[in-house]
């Protein structure tokens, strides 16, 4: 298991492995002085090879495009959700006085008491 590597030891062991990589000491010196295979040595110089290809291809031109929080705009739609909400139920409520409908969507005003099996409601 390997220890905690200073700064120096990484450039060390980068500058090792970049001198096996260009032919400046062998492989099996490398891998021997950075105690590792030489599978692993051709696996990490294929993924590096890999990376810095990958980091020379042309890309598009300009700045790239902000990334933005996406919780942001479903908080800004969820707030225009609830005030047009908030502006229905203010017109249901002025719907609701203007028809003479009381919250509960008995007519208020009429007067009079409900009447059982079709008689007449009597005062008590």
Avoid at 83 to 96: A, D, F, S
Wanted: glycine residues 12%; positive net charge; charged residues 35%.
């Amino acid at each position: 298991m390997r220890g905690i590597w200073s700064r120096a030891d990484v450039n060390e062991r980068g500058r090792i492995f970049l001198s096996a990589s260009v032919g400046e000491i062998s492989v099996a010196e490398a891998c021997g002085k950075l105690g590792i295979s030489r599978q692993r040595f051709h696996k990490l110089e294929d993924r590096a090879v890999e990376g810095f290809l990958r980091k020379l291809a042309p890309k598009a031109p300009g700045r790239p495009p902000r990334v933005q929080d996406p919780s942001a705009a479903l908080a800004r739609r969820i707030e225009e959700m609830e005030r047009e909400n908030r502006k229905l139920w203010i017109y249901i409520q002025v719907l609701r006085k203007l028809a003479g409908i009381g919250n509960r969507g008995k007519k208020s005003g009429s007067g009079r008491k409900s009447t059982r099996c079709g008689g007449e409601a009597h005062d008590r």
